[in-house]
């Protein structure tokens, strides 16, 4: 612990309290504007796509400018940004463009704040630094969800508000944290001093990178291929519960359901790198994601057996939060182990490229599966790209 690490982790808390508002009540409110699943998934995956693109561009800045803090504030800045383009939107446009300004920020700062982390602690203590940053970040994640749930819940009897007019409410007050984020960064983060390397090229660097690490990148990206954006499970819980709850309360209790996953992902975060830094962070990661293909497998069949018990999808979630608690732990940690210090960012970038890419694909082709086919289905097609990741993964342990 150290006031880099704690003042990334107060940053990253703020953040996501910021944009993890909007994320819990967005299926909700694309329900109250007549926005098909369809959409959803596609303005979740092509803001992930271009957060992926981001990262790998911010990276290679980074490295050849020698100014990460000034990107991630901008990154930092980008996100309340995108979260008032969202509050004034009344149909589908302006919420891809707000989703993709918030994604932008997130892509932006996201490798560069993981770096600078890196970087702040020793390699002994890395599984248990990003275990205390990930707790951090998801901290806001479970605040903000829990204030738009609350919101929700107290604006629905204004009716002068309209239909959207809760939502609205909650995406607006879910600005102010976004904006204490980019002063939190500024003023308590310290990025170590770092040379300018103005002859960098951004593809013979990557092709540089070893070999060994571009396998790693080959797994997950095709467990990526099936890692679709939370946003449906959240859709998946309403859709299942609106008739029983009605559209608003469904909605609410989805989002409860999300912030479940969220404290799940809060309470284990730090001790599974903790456990990461005893036993190896791979194998760990592996156990992550043979729990990921099991969400999707539990979700599917929830949907055909018609499932409407709040304690059964409560159950999913937790699975779900622990395995996010893995993965957001340990991919990087491993990346760490595979590529030298000087070719970190750029690493992660490319790291961060890869889930970006492939949860666009995966967020995409769930959400017109769910659409054109049936949810089943959609859940079904995740589980079997998460388990073919995970075999690869599984197969670069053997191998080693």
Same mark, same amino acid.
């Given at each position: ?56 561009? %911010? ?43 918030? *994604? ?31 707790? !951090? ?34 995406? *607006?007050? %879910? ?5 204490? =984020?980019?002063? !939190? ?30 396998? #790693?990148?080959? =797994? ?29 309360? !469904? ?6 359901? #999300? ?36 969400? =999707? ?7 055909? *057996? ?56 995966? %967020? ?5 599966? *769910? ?27 053997? %191998?080693?």
């Amino acid at each position: 612990m150290n006031r880099t690490v704690a003042g990334a982790g107060i940053t990253s808390a703020l953040g996501d309290f910021c944009y993890e508002t909007t994320t819990v009540i967005l299926p909700g409110f694309l329900a109250a504007l007549g926005v098909p699943a369809a959409m959803l998934g596609i303005i979740e995956g092509v803001a992930d796509a271009f957060a992926a693109f981001t990262k790998m561009v %911010s990276g290679y800045l980074a490295d050849r400018l020698g100014h990460r803090k000034v990107l991630v504030l901008v990154g930092y800045g980008l996100t309340p940004a995108g979260q008032v383009l969202i509050a004034i939107a009344s149909g589908w446009p302006l919420l891809l463009l707000g989703r993709i300004v918030s *994604w932008f920020g997130k892509g932006l700062r996201g490798p560069l704040r993981d770096a600078i982390v890196i970087q702040a602690v020793s390699p002994e203590t890395r599984g248990r630094a990003f275990g205390f940053h990930r707790t !951090a970040d998801t901290v806001g994640a479970v605040l903000g969800p829990l204030l738009g749930v609350v919101l929700l819940g107290w604006a629905k009897g204004l009716h002068w508000l309209g239909a959207t007019g809760p939502f609205r409410l909650a995406i *607006w007050a %879910s600005v102010i944290p976004g904006a204490l =984020a980019v002063f !939190a960064f500024l003023t308590l983060v310290k990025d170590p001093q770092q040379s300018a390397n103005p002859a960098l090229r951004l593809f013979s660097s990557l092709r540089a990178l070893p070999p060994r690490f571009r396998r #790693y990148l080959d =797994a997950v990206g095709v467990f990526g291929l099936g890692d679709f954006s939370h946003s449906m499970l959240i859709l998946a819980a309403t859709t299942l519960l609106a008739n029983r709850l009605g559209t608003i309360e !469904a909605a609410q209790v989805g989002g409860l359901l #999300y912030v479940w996953r969220n404290v799940v992902q809060v309470m284990l975060s730090y001790p599974v790198g903790a456990a990461a830094d005893r036993i190896g962070h791979l194998p760990l990661l592996i156990a992550g994601y043979v729990l990921g293909a099991l969400t =999707a497998v539990l979700m599917a069949l929830a949907f055909w *057996w018609h499932v409407t018990s709040v304690p059964l999808l409560a159950v999913i979630f937790f699975i779900a939060g622990l395995y996010v608690a893995v993965q957001e732990a340990l991919e990087s940690t491993v990346a760490s182990e595979m590529v030298q210090p000087d070719t970190l960012t750029i690493s992660y970038g490319a790291l961060g490229t890869v889930n970006g890419v492939t949860k666009f694909v995966s %967020s995409a082709l769930v959400g017109t599966v *769910w659409t054109a086919v049936s949810p089943t289905c959609a859940f079904v097609l995740a589980a079997s790209l998460m388990a073919t990741g995970t075999f690869a993964l599984a197969r670069m342990k053997s %191998s080693a």
